[in-house]
């Protein structure tokens, strides 16, 4: 009886949720501390111990149930039902509705201005420091 049969195969559920979160074996079995050998046994293992699934699970970055539970029609379906949504929408139509409360131009130009003057108080500063450093120079 191969895997993909076996509804529980918990091994395989660890293996595809691995692969959807775009995970090497080695990623895994590093973050476990151990190897990518003992990672491929455990995937292809149909069961597995209550505290190392709680490990891969963390690892993974998933509950433990979501690996108990994890079945490709459910991803399908999951995946089906947003791709409904988002078409449905407005943004899947094309109609991004993206209003802006303020102009981006006039917020540039403000910007610019401020740079202005701040340039021209920096300028300012330093022209004084000069004229101050140069009464020094000029008083010994």
């Known amino acids: 009886m191969s895997t993909l049969t076996k ?10 949720i691995r692969e959807l979160r775009d995970m090497k ?8 501390g151990t190897n990518q050998q003992a990672i491929s046994a455990l995937e292809n293992s149909e069961t597995i111990d209550e ?21 490709e029609e459910g991803m399908i379906n999951y995946f089906n039902t947003f791709n409904e949504t988002v078409s449905n ?9 993206n209003d802006c409360t303020f ?4 917020k540039l130009m403000e ?4 740079n202005k003057k701040l340039y021209e108080r920096l300028l300012k500063a330093e022209q004084d420091k000069n004229e101050y450093l140069e009464k020094l120079l ?3």
């Open 7 to 16: 509804p529980n195969h918990i091994g395989r559920k660890i293996s595809r």
């Open 138 to 140: 000029n008083q010994k």
């Open 111 to 114: 910007s610019v201005e401020e």
């Open 51 to 71: 505290a190392k699934l709680i490990e891969v699970a963390k690892a993974l970055g998933v509950t433990v149930e979501a690996i108990k539970n994890f079945s």
């Open 89 to 97: 929408s407005s943004f899947g139509n094309g109609a991004c509705n």
């Open 25 to 32: 074996q080695e990623a895994l079995a590093q973050a476990l």
């Open 103 to 106: 102009n981006p131009l006039d």
